[in-house]
């Protein structure tokens, strides 16, 4: 059985998106490193990758056709069989690969079911909504917080459905020279 992982980029004032959904912010100077090496150890480990519709959108247009040589984890994420949670997509390509599998129902249920399905990890990136459910039902077992050294005021949070304190375990910090940071955490239960 694997983990349920999300990861989030978020600004350093805690802000997934900008107040109109807007990823603005993730465009700055000095984006992240795309060789990361604790971001490519991470992706040794999973087995599956799980969406929300708006961001397999962004994903589907951009990740297919991404040069592995200067984007190194666009293989992984290219190879790895893809999980779509949406009730109103039809079908979820991928470029001139096998495409996604549409997941219709509640997206905790799947998330679970799909830990339990895969041997190593399942990770959701992006997706807020999806995110917050998987945090507020507690079936998230590894937090990474990619924060940009940005301040943006207002926005979107990553867990607004959050209801109760989800205590965190420090696993690791990477840092990288541009003042980007990435904070790991397992959830405590």
């Known amino acids: 059985m694997g983990r349920v992982i999300v990861e989030q980029i978020i ?9 109109d959904g807007s990823l603005e912010f993730f465009q700055l100077p000095g984006e992240f490193d795309s060789t990361d090496p604790g971001q490519l150890a991470m992706l040794e480990r999973v087995d599956a ?15 297919p056709t991404a040069d592995v040589s200067t984007e190194p984890v666009a293989g992984p994420i290219n190879a790895l069989p893809k999980h779509v949670v949406s009730s109103t ?12 599998r549409l997941e219709r129902g ?3 249920d799947v998330a679970r079911r799909l830990a339990r399905h895969y041997a190593g990890d399942v990770i959701v990136w992006g997706s807020l909504t999806l995110a917050s459910a998987l ?10 917080l990619r924060v940009v050294p940005v301040l943006i005021g207002e926005g979107l949070a990553l867990a607004p459905s959050l209801r109760t304190f989800a205590p965190l ?7 990288f020279p541009s003042g980007h940071v990435t904070l790991a955490y397992d959830l405590r239960r």
């Not at 600004?11 to 107040?19: E, L, R, T």
């Not at 945090?135 to 990474?144: F, G, W």
């Open 106 to 108: 509640d997206g905790v």
């Open 11 to 19: 600004s350093a004032d805690g802000f997934a998106a900008g107040p």
């Open 49 to 63: 990758i799980l969406l929300g519709a708006n961001t397999y959108r962004m994903f589907s247009a951009y990740w």
């Open 89 to 100: 997509l039809d079908s979820a390509p991928w470029g001139d690969r096998p495409p996604a």
């Open 135 to 144: 945090l507020a039902a507690d079936a998230v077992d590894h937090l990474r």
């Open 169 to 175: 375990a420090l696993d690791s910090v990477d840092t």
